[in-house]
């Protein structure tokens, strides 16, 4: 199998006190390390911030002149973290037919996803793109009164929530370690944002998670098969499933989280595992290798 050449990005330049790549570590070093049966390298992997905000991203812009075959992107931003030729660069890449993650977080946190189309429709903001059912459009979480709506509580920084699968097991689900076939865990977090699928897209709900504040359901993935329009696509409710701190809280946190952390993903050793399938599985189905 070829080297699979990922990039890794977030919406935001360098920043010690906030959800800069830095704190993706975990997981650039998982894929980095990944090898196939054989024993080689999977995939190669660039984990990057963007450039000074005010001016298009020197990689993004262009990302279909790259040799790139999938973007993680990583919208840690409060709506300004994509320029204009930015979304244009991404578009043309899905595309071309390569592979896009796009996770956000609660809130507005990560709006300027709005900008991108296709993908970018799946992701529902507080005042971008309002979630089509106006009944959801209601804070979830009681706890960090700070933070409003979608802020779907699956569970504290460091404990993990258990996954619904949602119709037939998608590739990126299945794991041949769990009994039932499919990865059971995610991490949790206490304020999650919100993902349906678009009607007129390719695109189906393949796994959702179950408040712990209310008990409502709501999504946690979002799956887009290859079409001519464009390559294969996930869109994430929160990006703190491939978090550092999600994955090991003693990897610490940007100053103005505030709420009190779990454990879980060290006591309950399957909940790392199949969040580390998991993210092995989505690197390899935006490659078109299951």
Known sequence: MRTIQILLQTTIPPADNDWSI??????????RTHRDDDERVTFNVVARDRDPLGQPDSILSRLDETEFDELWLFAVDE??????????????????????????????????????????????????????????????????????WPNFH????????????????????????????????????PHEGAVTAPEDEPARVIARGTSKATGKRFNLAVAFEPSPA???????STFHHFADYNWDTRLGCPSFVSELPGNGMQTEQQALRDTQRYAVNVALWLAGEI
Request: charged share 20%.
């Open 79 to 148: 709506g300004n973290g994509l320029a204009p030729e930015d979304c244009a660069g991404i578009t043309r890449f899905r595309q071309s037919g390569r592979g896009l993650l796009v996770t956000r977080d609660h809130m507005d946190l990560g709006c300027s996803l709005c900008t991108l189309g296709g993908v970018g429709k799946a992701h529902h903001f507080h005042t971008r793109n309002l979630h089509p059912d106006e009944s959801t459009r209601v804070a979830d979480d009681p706890y960090t009164t700070d933070i409003s």
């Open 230 to 236: 464009g390559g294969p696509a996930v869109a994430q």
């Open 22 to 31: 830095a704190r993706f570590s975990r997981l650039t070093e998982l894929l």
């Open 154 to 189: 699956s569970g504290a920084n460091g404990d993990f929530q258990e996954v619904t699968i949602v119709g037939p097991t998608h590739p990126v689900l299945a794991s041949p370690d769990s009994p039932a076939g499919a990865i059971r865990f995610l991490p949790a977090h």
